[in-house]
Nanobody
Framework: HVQLVESGGGAVQTGGSLRLTCTAV????????QGWYRETPGNEFELVSS???????WYADSVQGRFTISRNVLPERLSLQMTRLKAEDTAIYYC????????????????WGQGTQVTVS
């Protein structure tokens, strides 16, 4: 049984910061990619950031320079440090992971957290 548990969401003023954390149970992160997705109020669903087994990181243009993804193992934990937040960052944020290979679309990722709301105003 695999479970991803997210925390850290909430309401923040424009320009503020939040750190999202995802803790994995029953899954090791060594074999595949992990990432953070978000679903906007307009129901757009996009990959925000991902990290590969070798530590390579990818960021959407909209968050480049403002967000940082990080990963710890044993225990398995994925984080997203968000700074200089904008109203456009308002969304439900999801932690996602793959057993192996990529996690670059919602269909590539086998495991998902329940989502955590981030509201920027």
């Amino acid at each position: 049984h695999v479970q991803l548990v997210e925390s850290g969401g909430g309401a923040v003023q424009t320009g503020g910061s939040l750190r999202l954390t995802c803790t994995a149970v029953g899954l090791t992160f060594g074999g595949g990619n992990q990432g953070w997705y978000r679903e906007t109020p307009g129901n757009e669903f996009e990959l925000v950031s991902s990290i590969a087994p070798d530590g390579s990181r990818w960021y959407a243009d909209s968050v480049q320079g403002r967000f940082t993804i990080s990963r710890n193992v044993l225990p398995e934990r994925l984080s997203l440090q968000m700074t200089r937040l904008k109203a456009e960052d308002t969304a439900i944020y999801y932690c996602a992971a793959a057993d192996r290979g990529n996690c670059h679309t919602r269909y590539d990722c086998q495991y998902w957290g329940q989502g955590t709301q981030v509201t920027v105003s």
